[in-house]
């Protein structure tokens, strides 16, 4: 896909491939479009996603159709207690091939365009912080060396909101690495209908899926995001918001300067997949929830009050 023109018909030209994108992705999974959007905002902003949802929601399914439809290749990492840092960066072993023995570097899952990190919660603080360095610098540093990892590079980690046993809490350094917190909600009824049918009819549900444009072109279209415009005073909406997290009562911490940059960016790419060349208020207080949710830290009054995050953030949206 090349973005060549001048103004309304560049952005004709991305409208009309992320609708194929989703066309696609349509196939296989059955609603969601509001999560399915968001995690396509993130990706159009080179950002990590935190996906809470409970198990069977489609999780894997919707991460894996996704880069199928862009041709990205895939890895799934699923998060134990005993997983260990190099189950994910890799390792280097001894290769007698040759006639004599010497060390050659094995990639680990990390290695893929999308990686999905299931239930990441699971896995010991020291093998989540192996994710660390892969989601901010897009490498990975093994001995002595650091490896590049190939781009777009996406992890997309989930984590189960009703089971807590055994489970190592996200510090707060490393959910604000992550650009978006995405909720799956359960399907409407008629949804659910719909999926029952859809994967109990064939034994193995596989549509043949388009890819719509490829790794390059989403690079260019991640370029073309940052170019969209925001206004001044919008701007300024979006820095009041996030400084406003550092001042409310109910909160112990708010958000850092990070949280801005993300929710300008969010912004620009929803005002993308939405058909927009500019960003709207609208843009901004959509994507207020998502950037903000795992960025702020309820105090002990705000809890027993029964309020969440989300309320909070509301109440903030609209009192800026």
Not at 141 to 159: C, D, H, K, W
């Amino acid at each position: 896909m090349k973005l060549t023109g001048k103004g309304s018909v560049k952005y004709e030209k991305v409208n009309e491939k992320l609708a194929e994108i989703k066309n696609e992705v349509s196939k296989v999974i059955v609603g969601q479009e509001d999560v399915i959007d968001q995690v396509l905002t993130c990706m159009l902003c080179d950002g990590n996603i935190l996906l809470e949802s409970n198990p069977g929601m489609g999780k894997t399914k919707m991460a894996s159709t996704i880069s199928q439809s862009i041709g990205l290749e895939f890895s799934r990492i699923q998060s134990t207690p005993d997983l260990m840092p190099s189950d994910i960066t890799g390792t280097h072993i001894i290769d007698e091939s040759s006639g004599k023995a010497e060390f050659e570097f094995q990639e680990g899952p990390i290695f893929a365009n999308m990686v999905l990190a299931d239930e990441i919660n699971r896995a010991t603080p020291k093998t989540q912080s192996a994710l660390l360095e892969a989601m901010q610098e897009k490498q990975v540093t093994v001995g002595n060396r650091s490896y590049e990892l190939e781009r777009p590079f996406f992890l997309i980690a989930t984590q189960n909101p009703i089971e807590q046993e055994g489970t190592y809490p996200l510090p707060e350094a490393q959910r604000d690495r992550f650009m978006m917190k995405i909720k799956l909600d359960f399907p409407e009824h008629e949804e659910e209908q719909k999926i029952v049918k859809r994967f109990t009819e064939e034994l193995d549900f596989e549509p043949e899926l388009n890819k719509v444009i490829s790794k390059a072109s989403l690079v260019k279209l991640q370029e073309f995001t940052r170019q969209v415009p925001i206004a001044d005073d919008i701007l300024n909406d979006v820095v009041n918001i996030v400084r406003a997290t550092r001042k409310k009562q109910e909160l112990d911490y708010g958000a850092s300067p990070r949280a801005s940059i993300n929710l300008v960016l969010a912004a620009k790419g929803h005002a993308l997949i939405n058909n927009r060349n500019h960003v709207s208020q609208k843009d901004v207080n959509s994507m207020a929830k998502p950037v903000l949710r795992h960025r702020i830290g309820l105090s002990f009054a705000a809890e027993k009050k029964g309020l969440t995050e989300d309320d909070i953030v509301e109440d903030i949206v609209d009192d800026v």
